[in-house]
T-cell receptor, first 111, second 116 residues
Framework: DQQVKQNSPSLSVQEGRISILNCDYT??????FLWYKKYPAEGPTFLISISSIKDKNEDGRFTVFLNKSAKHLSLHIVPSQPGDSAVYFCAASADGNQFYFGTGTSLTVIP | EAGVTQFPSHSVIEKGQTVTLRCDPI?????LYWYRRVMGKEIKFLLHFVKESKQDESGMPNNRFLAERTGGTYSTLKVQPAELEDSGVYFC??????????????FGPGTRLTVT
């Protein structure tokens, strides 16, 4: 049974607008969360992280929000750029080592 | 700083044959992980090394898979004998350490394994 779920397989956004990617998890023991971006035929590239002691972490155009009570996290990209088009994975872990990944959301930013 | 490297990038073998995948982590990263992605599904954890020691191999599918990290540097993952369901992309990742600081894992480009 999947412990991390990304229920939107795809998302299209106009260039310059905000992209919001969502992720839900079931294990209340998860304390560490990562977002990755993946281009075809490449490995996942680390984007941004957050631990359970925070509810928000920002890095440039990328912000991750964590709602522990709802077991939900989201990645906001603003403004979205065509180069952001990729598959985005969220991942969660209880110990900072074994991470459980979602199935990914394919983001398309339309110029 | 060099990233995580993996070799080969692609491997096509017949059922019953043996394949060995190699991963070189980022220099200085004691933690090394193997993951697998099958048929566009989620990326699944296989195992975790701290230096040369296996910390967690709970994700290894069965005893046809053998991972080693001699000397605590590069790691190999051997599949013997390979079965059709072993096909997928095998990723290696490394990190400075678990816990609040340094838990971010950096992935290699993956090895695409096809068993025919």
């Amino acid at each position: 049974d999947q412990q991390v779920k990304q229920n939107s397989p795809s998302l299209s956004v106009q260039e310059g607008r905000i992209s919001i990617l969502n992720c839900d998890y079931t294990n209340s023991m998860f304390d560490y969360f990562l977002w990755y971006k993946k281009y075809p035929a490449e490995g996942p590239t680390f984007l941004i992280s957050i631990s359970s002691i925070k509810d928000k972490n920002e890095d440039g155009r990328f912000t991750v929000f964590l709602n522990k009570s709802a077991k939900h996290l989201s990645l906001h990209i603003v403004p979205s750029q065509p180069g952001d088009s990729a598959v985005y994975f969220c991942a969660a872990s209880a110990d900072g080592n074994q991470f459980y990944f979602g199935t990914g959301t394919s983001l398309t930013v339309i110029p | 700083e060099a990233g995580v490297t993996q070799f080969p990038s692609h491997s096509v073998i017949e059922k019953g044959q043996t394949v060995t995948l190699r991963c070189d982590p980022i220099s200085g990263h004691d933690n090394l992980y193997w993951y697998r992605r099958v048929m566009g599904k989620e990326i699944k954890f296989l195992l975790h090394f701290v230096k040369e020691s296996k910390q967690d191999e709970s994700g290894m599918p069965n005893n046809r898979f053998l991972a080693e990290r001699t000397g605590g540097t590069y790691s190999t993952l051997k599949v013997q004998p390979a079965e059709l369901e072993d096909s997928g992309v095998y990723f290696c990742a490394s990190s400075q350490g678990g816990g609040i600081v340094g838990y971010e894992q950096y992935f290699g480009p993956g090895t695409r394994l096809t068993v025919t």
